[in-house]
Each structure stands twice: as C-alpha cells, then as structure tokens.
C-alpha cells in the first residue's frame, strides 16, 4: 500500500467552495495512493478562539486554551469528509483523542511522540480516506493538547513518519517556499528544493509558510515534504537532505520576524556572574532570550545589556528584571519597534565577504544596526521596524535572489 500525507492549511480550507477544491485535489490523488489528510481550522478560526479567551481572562487556564483552540479542527474535518462522502467516497473525520495521537510536553507547545496506526490502518486497506485534525493530541493524563500555532505542519510530518508515507505535501495560499516573503516582496523567487538546515532557520527567523518544529521532526525522521499550493497546479519546492542538493547560491533566503522586542539594562553593575543572575530567572520562566549585546564598560564598574525577547513576554521579563535582587542597575529602557532581519544560505560557509556585503549593502541604504547574531549559514541583524522593507529588498537584489 502506497501511503500519501496531504496537509491543508487555515486558506486552504477557508471556505466552503476552497473546502470543495480541497476534496477535487483529495480524489486526484486517491487513483495512485492511500491518502492520510490532516487539516487545519479554518482560517480566522484559531485566532478568534483565542480571542474569547482573552475575554474571559488574560491568564486564562493553558489546559482549557488546548481544549478551546483544538475545536476548530474538528469543524474543517467533518465538512471536508462531508463534502468527499457526497462525492462518493468512503470518508470519515477522525479527532486526534480518538486516533489517539500521543503528545508530551507543556500545554499549548506539546509535541507529538507517538500516534496508534491501527484504526486509520485498517480504514485504509478497506479503501477510506481518514481526514485528522491537526495542531493537537492527548497527554498521559489523557487531556487534550495543542502543539504551537501552525502545528499542523507537524502532525503531517509525524503522521507521514509513524506511516512511512512516501511523500508529505503541505498545500498552502503561496505556490511553495520563496526566497522571501512573496506577499511581501514581489520579486521574490520560487525556490525548487531546499535543504532541512536552511528551512529550519528561514522558519525560525519568521518564514511562517513551515512551523519550525515540523522542519526538526522532519530533518530527524528523514520525512521529504512538497510545499505547494491548493489554489494553482504549478511546481512547488521540495525540502530534502542536503546531500540532495546541487547549489550554488551564497544565500537561499531572507527572514525576518514580527514580534520581537528590545531590552536594554543601563548602567548595570559589572562583576562576574552578573549575566548569569539576569538570564536564569527569565530561563525559568520559559522566557527565550535570543540576541545579546553588552557594552564594554569605560569605567569598568558599570555596563549596558541589551538583548532581545518576544514582545508578548515583555511584561513578564520587565517585572522578573524588577524583583530580581541579585542585580543592580540604573534604568530599563524597551523597544517594541525593531525587527530581526536574517539572511539564510548553507553556501556562506564556503564563501568569505558575506557578512561585509551585508552590512555595507544597509549603510548604503542609511539603516542603523542595533545587535548582530550569526551562525554557520545565517546572520541576522535587529534593525527599526520601519527599515525591514528596505532592508529586505536591498539584500535581496544584493545577493541576486530576484525573479528575472
Ligand atoms: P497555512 O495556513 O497554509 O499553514 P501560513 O499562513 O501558515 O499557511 O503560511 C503561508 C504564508 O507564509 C504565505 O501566505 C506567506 O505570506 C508566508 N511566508 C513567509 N515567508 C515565506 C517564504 N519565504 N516563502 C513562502 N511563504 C512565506
Ligand atoms: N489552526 C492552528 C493555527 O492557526 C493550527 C494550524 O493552522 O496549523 O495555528
Ligand atoms: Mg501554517
């Protein structure tokens, strides 16, 4: 038995009519394989459910978030399975508590560890086609669990992983992975395949078309995944090993990211130990400190820290700063206005001058920057929110990304 994993994204299966073509897109592929679906809710969906949340509470319980959040699957799933029975196949929906999908970890960032093959098994060889929902599981305490916003991603990934599917297609609203944000940028360019390395951090660094966590699972399990569209017949991008690869590019793509947030410590005394007495109460927290930058100090007695969080944990860091006794400093200054600009590309490891065209291509376009952060294939740049389109152009047309 051929087994395929179709994944459909919140656009994808955004209305009635869009939730008619997924099923015309489902029955092409029904005359070749056995096809697993997995859905995400509508789109709107999750985002309004969360809202009711936070008009109950703004520390509203995280368990009864997962139970909340999850139910939008359910509703995308049944009118898929719906629409394929009028069709005449044999369909059903399948809610991941009676599958069951298996997940460990924190409420509202699980992940999945282990799925029961044997009712969706035997639904295959009897010739149906499951449809499951997506972003969500059950824990050993046998409560419902959602595993981070766009995690359906990852359960097509574990699904094609537990069911050694040949292929795992995400059908999205773009034609596959680009080297930047085509809503954003018009000139940016399909890419054909790319490497697990280089997706993990473009979605990192804020490529929303993958959840980031989906990449790992897949790069670990050695999952090939298609990205493309359920609105065009075209290509999309295959992401693969990178021994797959032919490349000779410097740079693959350009990130940057939405909600981030500065923070700068002044005049923060300087003995050894101090860094380490401000970050281990934010690490046990689950606050993810990401760029940092500390002054040298002329003195030698005070410095400046400056370093970088998401924006929804700004509140929650400034009052752990507050309380923390073990520090002393003169004054806590934040900026929500920055964005982390990245640029992407395995090929930086073999070519020297990257980083210097980089930085020289944003002085020539007057955009200041504030903290730098590299790694083996990528540099990113923390710059004021109202440059990153400037930036992301200008770098685009500087390592010859375009479209033409
Ligand atoms: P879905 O609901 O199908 O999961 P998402 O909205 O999560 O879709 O992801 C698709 C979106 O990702 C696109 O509409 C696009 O705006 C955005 N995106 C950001 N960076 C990239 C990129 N490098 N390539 C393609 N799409 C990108
Ligand atoms: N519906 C969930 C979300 O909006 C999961 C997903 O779309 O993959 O985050
Ligand atoms: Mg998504």
């Known amino acids: 038995m051929k087994i395929i994993v179709l994944k459909f994204g919140g656009t994808s299966v955004g209305s009635t009519s869009r939730i008619k073509k997924v099923a015309k897109i489902i029955a092409k592929y029904k005359k070749k394989y056995s096809i697993i679906v997995l859905s995400s809710a509508m789109s709107g969906v999750t ?137 954003k940028l018009k000139s940016a360019k399909k890419i054909k395949v790319i490497s697990y390395e280089e997706m993990l951090e473009m979605a990192s660094l804020g490529a929303k078309v993958m959840q980031p966590h989906s990449i790992q699972d897949a790069r670990l399990n050695r999952v090939d995944i298609e990205v493309r569209s359920s609105f065009t017949d075209n290509e999309g991008t295959l992401i693969t090993k990178r021994k797959n690869i032919v490349n000779n590019k410097i740079i693959t793509g350009i990130s940057n990211t939405t909600n981030d947030a500065k923070v700068t410590l002044l005049g923060v005394k300087d003995k050894p130990g101090i860094a380490a007495s401000i970050f281990k109460p934010l690490s046990d927290n689950s606050i993810n400190v990401d760029m940092v930058v500390q002054n040298i100090s002329a003195n030698g007695k005070e410095t400046d820290l400056t370093f970088t969080i998401k924006s929804d944990d700004l509140a929650k860091t400034k009052k752990i700063i507050f309380q923390n006794k073990k520090i002393n400093f003169r004054d806590l200054i934040f900026d929500k206005n920055v964005s982390k600009v990245s640029i992407i590309g395995v090929g930086m490891v073999t070519t020297p001058g990257v980083t210097y065209r980089m930085f020289q291509t944003l002085a020539k376009n007057k955009i200041n920057i504030q903290v730098i952060s590299t790694s083996e294939i990528k540099i990113s740049v923390l710059i004021d929110k109202k440059n990153v389109r400037k930036a992301i152009s200008s770098l685009h047309k500087e390592f010859k990304l375009n479209n033409s």
């Open 47 to 183: 985002n309004n459910l969360i809202n009711l949340s936070k008009k109950i509470s703004k520390d509203f319980s995280d368990s009864e978030y997962d139970v909340l959040v999850s139910s939008g699957e359910q509703v995308s799933c049944a009118l898929i399975a719906g629409e394929l029975i009028n069709n005449g196949f044999n369909s059903r929906s399948w809610v991941s508590w009676q599958i069951p999908i298996i997940t460990e970890g924190k409420y509202k960032f699980s992940r999945i560890n282990k799925i029961n093959k044997s009712q969706i098994m035997s639904y295959l060889k009897k010739g149906g086609i499951p449809i499951v929902t997506g972003f969500q599981g059950i824990n050993n305490k046998n409560r419902i669990t959602t595993i981070g916003r766009g995690g359906t991603d990852a359960s097509a990934i574990m699904f094609a992983k537990f069911f050694n599917a040949e292929k795992c297609i995400i059908y999205t609203d773009v034609e596959g992975v680009y080297s930047t944000d085509p809503n």
